[in-house]
Structure formats: structure tokens, C-alpha cells
């Protein structure tokens, strides 16, 4: 099995768009909709860090002006809690002056997308995104694996045929 195969999972990913205008969800999803994903929308800020408990996507499409949080309070408090911390976030918001950009970044956004989007970069960086959160899924089973071989060996309830 090859790497990429191994870092693509089973069920499709699980895409949640946060935006407070609804046409704009709808034309984000309409972007995806070919890629296969399991797509989800939140409204608000307050909604977006509920879904994400809740639903627990595998990446979040996230537009920094939002009622009752802004992007940027919702991106810095995915990253507070442990749950949450390594969620991919990709803000795609109508600002693009470099001060956003970076003000983005300092919240901890993975990457930045400025509206109008164009379709064949939001499915590129999704992609791209989804490729590493896989990536890091994989690596940590493997790790845990390691880990529990490790302890039995350690416990001398683990042997190797030879």
C-alpha cells in the first residue's frame, strides 16, 4: 500500500463551512460537491465552535466577519482546546489586506482564501489540507501501535516468533 492510499480514509471527509451568509455556503458546498465530502454549515461563530464539538469535522472553511464571534476568536479558540488544536482551518473571508492576512495567521488558520473564490484553488487546498490531517491521523495510530508493542514487550506479554 503506498502513502497516499494509507492517509485516505474510509468515510469521506467531513467538511464544516462557517459563514454568516447563507448564499456563500451554499456556493462553497457547491465547489465540493464533486469532491465527495460530508458537508456541514454554521452561521455564526458560536454555532461553528458547537458543530465543531459536536460533529467534529475533519476540516473547517471559516469567513472572519461572523456574528457573535469573529473568525478570528473562533479560530483562536479551536486551537485553545485539546480536541480541536491540529483541525485544519482554511479562513476564506472578503478582507484580504495583509494586516487580515496576517492577523489570520497570528489566530492560527492553516491557510487563507480571499472571495471571490475560484473554485479550482478552494478544492486544491481542501485537498491539500484533508491530504496532511490524514497524514498526521495515520501517524498517531501508528505511534499508539508502537506504544502498546512497546509495553508489552515491556511486560514480556508480547513474542515474536523466530
Known amino acids: 500500500m503506498s502513502n497516499s492510499e494509507s492517509a485516505t480514509p474510509t468515510t469521506p471527509s467531513k467538511v464544516l463551512i462557517a459563514d454568516d451568509n447563507q448564499q456563500n455556503c451554499e456556493l462553497l458546498e457547491a465547489y465540493?460537491?464533486?469532491e465527495g465530502y460530508e458537508v456541514a454549515m454554521?452561521?455564526?461563530?458560536?454555532e461553528t465552535l458547537e458543530r465543531v464539538e459536536s460533529w467534529q469535522p475533519?476540516?473547517?472553511?471559516?469567513?472572519?466577519?461572523?456574528?457573535?464571534?469573529?473568525?478570528?476568536e473562533v479560530c483562536q479558540e479551536l486551537r485553545s482546546r485539546e480536541a480541536s488544536k491540529h483541525l485544519p482551518i482554511l479562513m476564506v473571508t472578503a478582507l484580504d489586506e495583509q494586516g487580515d492576512i496576517e492577523k489570520a495567521v497570528a489566530a492560527g488558520c492553516d491557510d487563507f482564501?480571499?472571495?471571490?473564490?475560484?473554485?479550482l484553488e478552494l478544492r486544491t487546498r481542501v485537498r491539500s489540507l484533508l491530504r496532511v490531517r490524514h497524514?498526521?491521523?495515520?501517524?498517531?495510530?501508528?505511534?499508539?501501535?508502537?506504544?502498546?508493542?512497546?509495553?508489552?514487550?515491556e511486560s514480556g506479554s508480547f513474542q515474536v516468533d523466530g
Request: charged share 25%; no cysteine.
Open 32 to 34: 465540493l460537491a464533486t
Open 42 to 46: 454554521a452561521y455564526d461563530g458560536q
Open 58 to 72: 475533519d476540516i473547517v472553511l471559516l469567513d472572519i466577519m461572523m456574528p457573535r464571534m469573529s473568525g478570528y
Open 113 to 119: 482564501l480571499s472571495k471571490p473564490v475560484n473554485s
Open 135 to 153: 497524514l498526521q491521523s495515520e501517524r498517531d495510530r501508528l505511534l499508539a501501535y508502537l506504544s502498546e508493542v512497546e509495553r508489552a514487550g
